[in-house]
């Protein structure tokens, strides 16, 4: 088993920045991607980033509809994965999920490829 836990969440103002963490305990750290997905009340789940190792370092991909705005990191010392988020909107107003798998690189941007996921950590944005 693996836990995750995320944390950095809350209410902001349109144009704020928050980010937000994701600690991992439970399995070894570096052998997963690492993702993060939001879920707006009646709204699919959504994909917001991912990061996985690779040789000499780990790759990210950030989604469509946050890239600019949003991005991520990794530090497998410290079992962390963080989402750094600027410019911040009313749309960005979701429950944010960090979620843990191992997958082929097309299926990053999947959910159900993640097996591992936190609590979710809420971010309200107010115009």
């Known amino acids: 088993q693996m836990q995750l836990v995320e944390s950095g969440g809350g209410s902001v103002q349109a144009g704020a920045s928050l980010r937000l963490s994701c600690v991992a305990s439970g399995r070894t750290f570096r052998d997963y991607t690492i993702g993060w997905f939001r879920q707006a009340p009646g709204k699919e789940r959504e994909f917001i980033a991912t990061?996985?190792?690779?040789?000499?370092?780990?790759?990210?991909y950030v989604g469509d509809s946050v890239k600019g705005r949003f991005t991520i990191s990794r530090d497998n010392a410290k079992n962390t994965v963080s989402l750094q988020m600027n410019t911040l909107n009313p749309e960005d107003t979701a429950v944010y999920y960090c979620?843990?798998?191992?997958?082929?690189?097309?299926?990053?941007?999947?959910?159900?490829?993640?097996?591992?996921w936190g609590q979710g950590t809420q971010v309200t944005v107010s115009s």
């Open positions: 979620a843990a798998g191992n997958m082929i690189t097309s299926e990053r941007l999947n959910h159900r490829s993640y097996v591992y």
């Open positions: 990061a996985a190792n690779s040789r000499g370092g780990y790759r990210t």
